[in-house]
């Protein structure tokens, strides 16, 4: 049964960091891309970044470009995404997806096939 599933997020201090990690079972990583993804109470989901699995391909939404980097280790079938200069507006549920296309619409949720349950990140002092 392919499942992901999020972990690392919780409530932090604007500026401060957080790794989330987004773990896949039943994949194997090589041949998907994975995309981050956030929603806001009363906002569209939106792409956050994306991590092809050809080319070494990466896509950051204007928002986090200088601040959130993501990064996969196949071997252990985790994709990562490090967030640090956290802001308020980065206060969001947090969501990773897996597409088969080798270079993924990070803009186009709906190109991605499956989804985890989420993961609350929290900015605020």
């Known amino acids: 049964q392919k499942q992901l599933v999020e972990s690392g997020g919780e409530a932090v201090q604007p500026g401060g960091s957080l790794r989330l990690s987004c773990a896949a079972s039943?994949?194997?990583?090589?041949?998907?891309?994975i995309g981050w993804f956030r929603q806001a109470p009363g906002k569209e989901r939106e792409g956050v970044s994306c991590?092809?699995?050809?080319?070494?391909?990466?896509y950051y939404a204007d928002s986090v470009k200088g601040r959130f980097t993501i990064s996969r280790d196949n071997a252990k079938n985790t994709v990562y995404l490090q967030m640090s200069s956290l802001k308020p507006e980065d206060t969001a549920v947090y969501y990773c997806?897996?597409?088969?296309?080798?270079?993924?619409?990070?803009?186009?949720?709906?190109?991605?096939?499956?989804w985890g349950q989420g993961t609350q990140v929290t900015v605020s002092s």
């Open positions: 039943g994949y194997t990583l090589d041949y998907y891309s």
């Open positions: 991590s092809g699995s050809i080319e070494d391909y990466t």
């Open positions: 997806a897996a597409t088969h296309r080798g270079i993924p619409h990070c803009e186009v949720p709906a190109d991605f096939d499956s």
